[in-house]
């Protein structure tokens, strides 16, 4: 092309330039490449997430205990501090491993994949990931799994869906924990399944008690395993 | 909540891209924000006004627009704005991915992102 028909803008002069440039992208192509690599393993991945207490570890150790016979399973905490609760998961016989934040609310798809090349992924059959207590950061930030669930308990109110309606629409599985108070918090479960429904129609909604095993057959089976 | 780190990214971005041209001033980094995230406008310009001293970026201004949410509807086509819940006693607001037309679960299309649209420098004479 000549030179001359070639727009250039003068020196000194102000100039756009487009650039189109996701910053959360990055974190999604990572998590893309997370995924690859363990389907390519062949290891179901689960990302388990929900508020400080609402019983994530709970779900992942009664989970642990049904499927540990028939399935190789591990498991990876995420907090910002300690390894108490990869601890507490690794009591049962399967291999994990503790991701600290430091000072991040959530995983994200980098964190992971550093995670993942220190576990052997040929002897794994079932990985979970304990995402930080935590119902708004991790919703923008998927780690690759095959699922994102999401555990609420009834002791945290009536109204965490409506709440937090982001982390409900990115998710797979939702998970309404601690059943076995809902009289004594004088909380409705049907009220919050409906909330759940408004905010994603067609989302698995199950009534868990990590306390005395209530539903967690129900939450392998919707996670097919 | 992750917006420090967010800021951050954007910060290195415009820095490299200014970098890559031999700017000697940046004006403005122009971003797109979906609603459906959730950066806050405020806390974003707040840490990028804080990561921008002692940089090349020292002089310019994060503006930020806000993109309303599009979802899409597998059963009906529908394509247009997110249906949103409220509950008025209660004071609630929150998003549906329930199709407004044909009440189907939709899929989102837009609303999900924290785009660097452009960033306005001014060019080294030398």
Same mark, same amino acid.
């Given at each position: 092309?000549?030179? $001359? ?40 991945? &689960? ?6 207490? %609402?019983?994530?570890? %709970? ?46 609310? *959530? ?12 576990? @052997?992924? $040929?002897?794994?059959?079932?990985? &979970? ?10 919703? @923008? &930030? ?21 709440? *937090?309606?982001?982390? &409900? ?20 479960? $049907? ?35 | ?22 700017? +000697? ?6 971003? !797109? ?18 990561? +921008?001293? #002692?940089?090349?970026? +020292? ?22 704005? /997110?249906?949103? !819940?409220? #509950? #008025? ?11 407004? +037309? ?5 899929? /989102? ?6 785009? /660097?649209?452009? /960033?306005?420098?001014?060019? #080294?004479?030398?």
């Amino acid at each position: 092309m000549d030179s $001359s028909t070639v727009i250039k803008p003068e020196l000194g002069e102000v100039f756009d330039v487009e650039l189109e440039e996701d910053i959360l992208e990055a974190n999604r192509k990572l998590a893309e490449e997370n995924a690859k690599t363990l389907r390519k393993y062949g290891v179901r991945s &689960f990302d388990i997430m929900g508020s400080v207490g %609402s019983g994530k570890t %709970s779900l992942i150790e009664r989970l642990v205990q049904m499927l540990k016979g028939r399935y190789r399973i591990a498991a990876i905490g995420g907090d910002v501090a300690t390894t108490i609760d990869a601890e507490r998961i690794g009591r049962h016989g399967v291999k994990v491993l503790q991701i600290n934040t430091g000072k991040e609310c *959530h995983l994200d798809a980098n964190l992971v994949k550093k995670a993942l090349s220190r576990l @052997d992924l $040929s002897s794994i059959d079932i990985l &979970f990931i304990e995402n930080v207590g935590n119902l708004i950061c991790p919703a @923008d &930030f998927p780690l690759g799994c095959e699922k994102r669930v999401v555990v609420i308990s009834v002791s945290e109110g009536e109204h965490m869906a409506v709440k *937090h309606p982001y982390i &409900f629409a990115g998710a797979d599985l939702a998970v309404i924990n601690k059943i076995d108070l809902s009289t004594i918090m004088g909380v409705d479960p $049907s009220k919050i399944e409906r909330d759940i429904h408004l905010i994603k129609p067609n989302l698995t909604v199950i009534r868990t008690s990590c306390k005395t095993g209530e539903g967690v057959a129900e939450v392998a089976k919707a996670l097919g395993l | 909540m992750h917006e420090l780190s967010v800021a951050n990214e954007i910060v290195r971005v415009a820095i490299r891209e200014a970098e890559k041209r031999g700017a +000697k001033q940046v004006k403005s980094v122009h971003l !797109v924000v979906g609603r459906l995230t959730h950066l806050s406008k405020e806390q974003l310009t707040f840490c990028y006004n804080l990561l +921008k001293k #002692d940089t090349i970026l +020292k002089g310019s201004r994060l503006i930020i627009t806000e993109q309303e949410p599009t979802v899409k509807c597998g059963s009906c086509g529908y394509l247009g704005p /997110i249906s949103k !819940v409220t #509950d #008025d006693e209660l004071g609630l607001w929150a998003v549906s991915l329930t199709c407004p +037309k044909c009440g189907e679960p939709v899929e /989102i299309k837009e609303g999900l992102e924290c785009r /660097i649209k452009a /960033i306005r420098m001014v060019l #080294d004479k030398n």
